[in-house]
């Protein structure tokens, strides 16, 4: 006579569960980006990850060696997700696309810039993105010695541009009931100081607080553009 068989119940703890989808590097980097947009940088550690994923902290240490790898492939990341702009275009346009996808990207995950400020460029993904920067540069006519520095110029203009406008948001959505809000309520601070001590604080009150974060950028970037160029002249 032929055994019954026993019917087996699905959990979480059997092979069609969520535990039992196998652990690979590209999941925990999926999971970390994640938690990093959720909680934020401070807050991210390998045992978050690894309790997101219901699994052993110890398990995550068989594809990611540290923290400091993951931080490192973390920012790899996120630098693949630019697109590059075509380099049939003036390089001047081309480095206001880049620029502009750069801050893109560096804003639409919490924390890009200090993760990028914590990490040196090791991954294929952000190595490129350099390359790119410096072939245009090269193209473009400037100086191998100028090249790496304007690049340096650059990143940092973004990645400081988006520190600060990361911040100035934060501290709406946390604060206030909008950006809008928060602007006028600085406003009105600075149009309360004393005219005799601050009359350009007054004066420029609108300006400083009522930010339009769009044509500042790009103003940046002509001014430095504009500079570039006049040593590409001289250069030559």
């Not at 989808?21 to 938690?35: E, G, H, K, S």
């Not at 600085?186 to 609108?206: C, G, K, T, V, Y």
Request: glycine share 4%; charged share 25%.
């Amino acid at each position: 006579m032929a055994r019954r068989r026993t019917a087996r119940p699905l959990d979480s703890a059997t092979e069609q569960g969520p535990s039992h989808i196998p652990l690979d590097r590209v999941r925990i980097l999926d999971t970390a980006l994640r938690l990093l947009d959720e909680i934020g940088l401070k807050e991210l550690s390998m045992r978050k990850i690894a309790d997101h994923l219901q699994v052993k902290t110890a398990s995550l240490y068989y594809h990611v060696r540290d923290k400091e790898e993951l931080m490192q492939l973390l920012s790899d990341r996120i630098c693949s997700e630019m697109d590059w702009p075509e380099t049939s275009l003036p390089w001047q346009e081309q480095i206001y696309l880049w620029a502009g996808q750069f801050r893109k990207v560096l804003l639409s995950h919490r924390d890009a810039v200090e993760l990028l400020n914590q990490t040196i460029a090791m991954g294929y993904g952000r190595l490129t993105q350099i390359e790119k920067l410096y072939q245009l540069l090269v193209s473009a006519g400037f100086s191998d010695p100028t090249v790496p520095w304007i690049a340096s110029m650059l990143k940092n203009y973004v990645q400081g541009f988006v520190a600060e406008e990361a911040h100035l948001q934060a501290m709406a959505r946390n604060h206030h009931e909008s950006y809008e809000e928060m602007s006028e309520h600085h406003d009105q601070f600075f149009r309360q100081l004393p005219q005799e001590r601050f009359p350009n604080m007054i004066r420029l009150a609108s300006y400083t607080t009522k930010t339009n974060w769009e044509n500042e950028f790009r103003f940046g970037l002509s001014v430095l553009i504009e500079g570039f160029s006049t040593k590409l002249i001289q250069g030559k």
